[in-house]
């Protein structure tokens, strides 16, 4: 059975969390099918980043969530997109509103994270 689960990342005491489809006998940090996004708790609100399309494919084959990662979508609202996607709802119509939510989000500039281009 594929389980949606966290896999931490990070350096001792500065976790940072993979959110991934993994099969549900492998250890927390052990072998995963694929990398659905990430979460960082330590930022100021939480920094989340998904792959929704991918996640309501891994859901529709019947994959499980953890209780994590259950609480996590049901707070930035992943599961009621996922309900209206079930009933019948435009999948670019949901990717779009989930864009804009995290768009939306205000992130403290300070712990904001920094993207850079590798010359």
């Known amino acids: ?12 005491g ?15 940090d052990g072998r995963f099918l694929e990398i659905l996004g990430f979460y960082n ?12 399309d991918r996640v309501f494919d891994w859901m529709s084959k019947g994959a499980q969530l953890s209780e ?3 609480k996590l979508f049901r707070s930035v609202g992943l599961l009621d997109r996922y309900t209206r996607y079930k ?3 435009s999948l670019e119509t949901l990717l779009a509103e989930a864009e804009a939510y995290y768009a939306s989000r205000k992130v403290n500039p300070k712990t904001k994270p920094v993207i850079t281009s590798r010359a």
Do not use: H, N
């Open 87 to 89: 009933a019948g709802e």
């Open 14 to 28: 500065q976790p940072s969390y993979r959110i991934v489809a993994a099969d549900k006998e492998m250890p927390r």
């Open 68 to 70: 994590a990662v259950e």
């Open 41 to 52: 708790p330590r930022t100021e609100p939480f920094t989340i980043q998904v792959k929704e």
């Open 1 to 12: 059975m594929v389980r949606i689960r966290l896999r931490r990342v990070g350096a001792r």
